[in-house]
């Protein structure tokens, strides 16, 4: 049975890879990598999982991890540049690091922070670290932060991107059970040309999104 892609919504889907867990499937069109919607968990064990994730700013590790994304987008951003922290977790982190640089962050995430009046709002930036390989409907999501996102402003994104089949066998980032959605570069260009964002990659597992001016 074909299976639309979440994204762009092409039927022009196959299998990419199947384990003793789950099976992923892979579009000709936009090349996202995503798990059959019948292997996604419901979301009481969804949060389970993420309940158990310890992510502090404190931590300097986990602070050097989201500079990979905060330091070459804050170098894009006006003085005083007001964004969100969207799919934040239990522990905001990027909140504290850039408002002490003299940002204002606002945060949401679905099961820590669903504040609504967050997503009432425009906003400078946006940062999503970690959270886009869960995301369902990656297309209703992306249309939601594009909305929130002025014109002009920077959607900063972290996340690990698949390179082949071959790798992908072994690759550990899959074996999550909540990593639902991959995104290779191919992808995030196919997103930039539907959104009509310029898109960078300061590092392997980062990507910076410019959202331009509809023509």
Known sequence: MTIACPLCLSSETKQYFEDKNRRYEICKRCDLIFVSPEFHLNQADEKKIYDLHQNSPDDEGYRRFLNKLLTPLTQKLPQAASGLDFGCGPG?????????????????????????????????????????????????????????LKI??????????PL????????????????????SEATFHWIGDWLNYTVEFPSNDTAILHKLATP
């Not at 402003?153 to 996340?159: N, R, V």
Request: proline share 5%; glycine share 4%; net charge negative.
């Open 92 to 148: 905001p982190a990027i909140q504290p690091l850039l408002e002490s640089q003299g940002y204002t962050v606002s945060n949401y995430d679905l099961y820590y922070y669903q504040d609504n009046t967050a997503l009432n709002q425009q906003y400078d930036f946006i940062t999503c670290t970690e959270a886009i390989e869960h995301f369902s409907q990656p297309r209703k999501e992306l249309e939601l932060l594009d909305e929130l």
């Open 152 to 161: 002009e402003g920077y959607l900063g994104i972290m996340t690990k991107r």
């Open 164 to 183: 082949s089949v071959e790798a992908f066998a072994n690759w550990h980032y899959k074996n999550d059970p909540t990593h639902i959605s991959f995104f």
